[in-house]
């Protein structure tokens, strides 16, 4: 018997038995659909970090002040002001270190024509805008003879420049910052959220040297909150830390056994943890939503053998007119497999209708790729191949004489 013959009976045996078939295939249908689900909302998890990740800069430290203490009372880190530009200035010149960016922070009162707006100042130097990898949707950052003269200029985040401008292009136009004007040379493209969950895009950008002397204010000149620092590459990263703490300890005067008065952290080391804490999560998640078909693959495997039972009188009627063992093997196969490749073909649809109505409703960024759903179908096959063939051998193995006798 040729193989499309053995396909052909195969389809038979499973419209003669549709209400069965149905519901054998409803177990794989929900579990394909739990995986394609599953493995879309973890990839979007992971999709959405690694997207917060490359939006924060690559290669990065953070350096902030060291900590104070007061009564027995410790104070955390930044509570003393031990950093000044000075600082990141010179930090800038070591081997492993690309580029630096001195922050100072603090809120003001926003105005433009009748609307206003409050928000985050941050005063910083143009490599800001380098290390943080800022994209430019139009215009362009100030300058450094801006940071020399600390002219008011300032570069605004598309969020604040809408709640301000509107529609109105804000490039060249003057606003006002606490009652002073400032001149608009730059709207940053939009970034989203950052991995703290903060809004990157409303904020505004001045010199550092303008937002000392006019706008926030410094009680101790010379002194920024904290800074940026870009690593040569991924590779010198550790070489970099190494320079920062030393250079810094020794700008301090911190002598052997004295505590840092700052603190370095690796913000890529930060970004690799949160990296592998989404793939962790939606590798659970593809096991979690994986025993629905191992449930269904079971569902499958013992409706097969029922029919075995069922159809032994047949079986033994076929190997007496001359179908082999590999024949009855053949089929049984064939039949599980069918049963769970259509409930995959079916569960792959309602698992990609489900993303998008979690996306729809959830907020949530979905990811469906072609491995994924390639994935879900392999699954599907091999469940059917290994869940089948116990009862397609069983078939297989009865005697026909033996077959014929059954009642």
């Not at 800069?57 to 009372?73: H, K, M, Q, R």
């Not at 200035?89 to 081997?95: D, G, K, N, V, Y």
């Not at 009748?114 to 300058?143: D, H, L, M, Q, R």
Request: proline letters at 2%.
């Amino acid at each position: 018997m040729n193989f499309l013959a053995i396909f052909g009976e195969a389809l038979r045996a499973l419209r003669l038995n549709r209400l069965r078939t149905g519901l054998t295939m409803l177990g794989m249908i929900i579990g394909v659909a739990a995986v394609v689900l599953m493995l879309s909302i973890g990839q979007g998890a992971q999709t959405k970090i690694n997207q917060s990740i490359a939006s924060m800069g690559s290669n990065l430290f953070l350096v902030v002040p060291g900590a104070t203490s007061s009564g027995g009372l410790s104070f955390g880190s930044g509570s003393i002001k031990t950093l000044t530009i000075n600082d990141a200035q010179a930090i800038s010149e070591l081997h492993a270190v690309s580029a630096t960016a001195p922050v100072i922070t603090g809120t003001a009162q926003l105005n433009f024509s009748a609307k206003n707006w409050s928000t985050v100042i941050t005063g910083t130097t143009p490599s800001y805008f380098e290390v943080g990898n800022w994209e430019f949707e139009s215009g362009t950052a100030f300058s450094e003879s801006d940071l020399r003269s600390a002219a008011r200029v300032v570069v605004l985040g598309a969020i604040t420049a809408k709640n301000l401008f509107g529609t109105e292009d804000p490039i060249g136009k003057t606003m006002r910052i606490t009652n002073r004007p400032f001149l608009v040379v730059g709207i940053l493209a939009a970034k989203g959220q950052s991995l703290t969950g903060r809004d990157q895009d409303d904020n505004v950008f001045i010199p550092i040297t303008t937002s000392e002397r006019q706008i926030t204010g410094n009680q101790f000149p010379g002194s920024i909150r904290y800074m940026l620092v870009q690593g040569q590459s991924a590779e010198t990263m550790d070489e970099a830390e190494n320079e920062i703490i030393q250079l810094l300890r020794q700008r301090h005067r911190l002598s052997d056994g004295m505590e840092n008065d700052f603190t370095v952290r690796n913000l890529t080391a930060i970004a690799n943890v949160a990296t592998g804490a989404a793939k962790i999560m939606s590798f659970v998640l593809g096991a979690i939503a994986s025993v629905s078909l191992l449930v269904g693959g079971i569902g499958i495997m013992n409706i097969m053998l029922v029919s075995v039972t069922e159809r032994t009188r047949e079986i033994g009627i076929r190997m007496a007119i001359g179908a082999n063992r590999r024949a009855i093997l053949t089929q049984f196969l064939l039949e599980a497999m069918m049963i769970c490749i259509m409930g995959g073909l079916i569960g792959v649809i309602l698992g990609i209708g489900g993303a998008w109505f979690v996306s729809e409703v959830a907020d949530m960024l979905i990811v469906i790729t072609s491995g994924m759903i390639g994935l879900a179908f392999f699954f599907a096959s091999a469940v059917g191949v290994f869940f089948g063939f116990y009862p397609a051998k069983k078939a297989a193995s009865l005697k026909p004489v033996d077959a014929l006798r059954y009642e």
